[in-house]
């Protein structure tokens, strides 16, 4: 029999609803996978009593016949999400001891829908970050090693804590947020799936807010369908958030597995960087074929401003998450340290709640932000971002989908980037224009490279197409047929 926790989420379900298994049992994997796995760091707070609890009380309604979409699933909670009473702190000391009294919008869809909770897990501090590096709690190390070596690689970011519990399977799935890419890139980095759908999906209510135009809250998980059974959980109208789409929720499952015969995939040529390994530059090849033999027709279409999107990028969000972070002032949340007067208490308390990253961040933020530079940046940015978004539209004139890769490289090893940051945010290349422009992104595990590490593909989809998009990601997962997994050296 297939051990619990190497079950995937859709065939869980199964078993739970013929009650093959209880949801205590597996709960009970699960919380003894995440103890045994502590030395990846993956969580930041765990939650074994509540899990227990929402499991039995997931039994009583399954063994009525009832329970929801995800009833007994046992899931982890990137710790951007505020969960009612349990720490909740965006991985940073200014947060250190915030139990919030509320659920976030996104999580309690997910308890109604008979979820459980594992824990919270680790991420980049204030999700800025690229490889879980900047988390107050320490790094989280990627299950994977390269062949031969005992070397630590990250996870990704910001989500490397949700990406290595479902790498590692301590969790079934998990909630992830993507501002720039850390749904996408850390599901590339660690042979999951990852989903960020179209913004607007998920509401942002009660998801600590980082660049409010770019997050969006979405799932990882190890299979399409299962990110699609997440999603459909986790999506919806919310009147507590303005920017959520008044639309209701397609059943994203059923969209797994239906035809892509006939759909123009389009292939953009400048997703390409300097000293992309050759690997990825094949897999995409690769790809290519899949969608083809799968009856796609495969169309070369051109985003001129691709190579303008990070610059837009790392102007828009900062000088976004200065005004949010403009809150944690030392009153109200988290950690305070007196100083000289009401202006030094601020200033110490800042000082020392946020770590280097988002110092810098709030920096460049309220530089592009000042009166001076408003119009040469912030201004000057926008205008760029709606023409990226208008490359897009011109592209969807004449195609259903586009294909390109995750990532430019495959996960790198812990310190290599973390002293420069723009070695650092290259990493979002290839994942920032679809926030800017507001689209759904998807990344897939593709194959292995020469280390053996896993590399992703990326599938991009026009506004409210996750549909389509999902049905084009399934494609591609079956001829992929990933089935490799990293070597269990963490456990005990
Ligand atoms: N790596 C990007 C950044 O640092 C994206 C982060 C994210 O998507 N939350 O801003």
């Known amino acids: 029999m297939t051990a619990l926790t190497d079950l995937t989420l859709a065939a869980a379900k199964a078993k739970l609803t013929a009650k093959d298994i209880s949801a205590k049992e597996l709960t009970q994997a699960h919380l003894a996978a995440v103890a045994g796995a502590r030395s990846l760091n993956a969580f930041t707070t765990e939650t074994p009593d509540k899990a227990l609890a929402m499991a039995e009380a997931s039994d009583a309604r399954l063994a009525k016949g009832e329970g929801g979409l995800l009833e007994g699933v046992p899931l982890a909670i990137k710790d951007l999400f505020c969960t009612r009473d349990v720490e909740s702190t965006a991985c940073s000391n200014i947060l250190k001891g915030f139990k919030p009294r509320y659920e976030s919008t996104v999580t309690q869809n997910l308890w109604d829908a008979g979820a459980v909770m594992l824990g919270k897990t680790s991420m980049d501090e204030f999700a800025m970050g690229s490889s879980n590096e900047t988390a107050c709690g320490g790094p989280v190390t990627n299950p994977w090693r390269r062949q031969g070596s005992n070397s630590a690689l990250v996870p990704g970011g910001s989500s490397g804590g949700s990406a290595t519990a479902v790498a590692a399977r301590l969790a079934l799935g998990a909630t992830a947020t993507d501002t720039g890419g850390s749904i996408r890139q850390p599901a590339a980095f660690t042979g999951t799936v990852g989903v960020k759908p179209t913004y607007g999906r998920c509401s942002r209510w009660g998801i600590v807010a980082f660049a409010s135009s770019l997050d969006q809250a979405g799932p ?22 303005s920017t959520s789409l008044p639309l209701a929720t ?99 308390t800042r000082a020392a709640g946020f770590g280097p990253e988002v110092q810098r961040r709030i920096l460049i933020g309220t530089y592009v932000l000042s009166a001076g530079y408003y119009d040469a940046y912030y201004l000057k940015a926008q205008k760029v971002r709606r023409k990226i978004r208008d490359d897009f ?25 973390s002293d420069d940051p723009l070695a650092m945010y ?31 593909l990326q599938v991009i989809a026009p506004a409210l197409a996750e549909e389509r998009m999902f049905a084009v990601a399934s494609a591609l997962e079956k001829a992929a047929a990933f089935d490799a997994r990293p070597d269990v050296w963490w456990a005990g």
């Open 220 to 241: 990882i998980a190890r299979t399409v369908e299962d990110a699609a059974l997440m999603l459909t959980a986790m999506a919806g109208h919310d009147p507590k958030d």
């Open 250 to 348: 397609p059943d994203f499952a059923a969209a797994c597995g239906t035809s892509i015969k006939g759909l123009k995939i389009g292939v953009p040529r400048e997703y390409r960087v300097d000293g992309m390994p050759d690997e990825i530059e094949s897999l995409w090849r690769t790809g290519i074929a899949w969608a083809k033999d799968a009856g796609a027709e495969i169309v070369e279409v051109s985003l001129p401003l691709t190579k303008y999107a990070l610059p837009t990028y790392y102007i828009i969000a900062p000088a976004e998450a200065s005004s949010n972070l403009a809150r944690y002032d030392g009153m109200r949340f988290g950690v305070r340290v007196d100083g000289d007067g009401l202006t030094g208490t601020y200033e110490d």
């Open 393 to 417: 539209d011109q592209a969807f004139t004449q195609v259903d989908a586009l294909l390109t890769p995750t990532t430019p490289t495959a996960a790198f090893a812990a310190g290599e980037k």
């Open 426 to 456: 290259l990493n979002d290349s290839f994942t920032v224009t679809a926030n800017l422009a507001g689209l759904p992104g998807i990344s897939i595990p593709a194959a292995l490279d020469g280390d053996g590490l896993p590399l992703g």
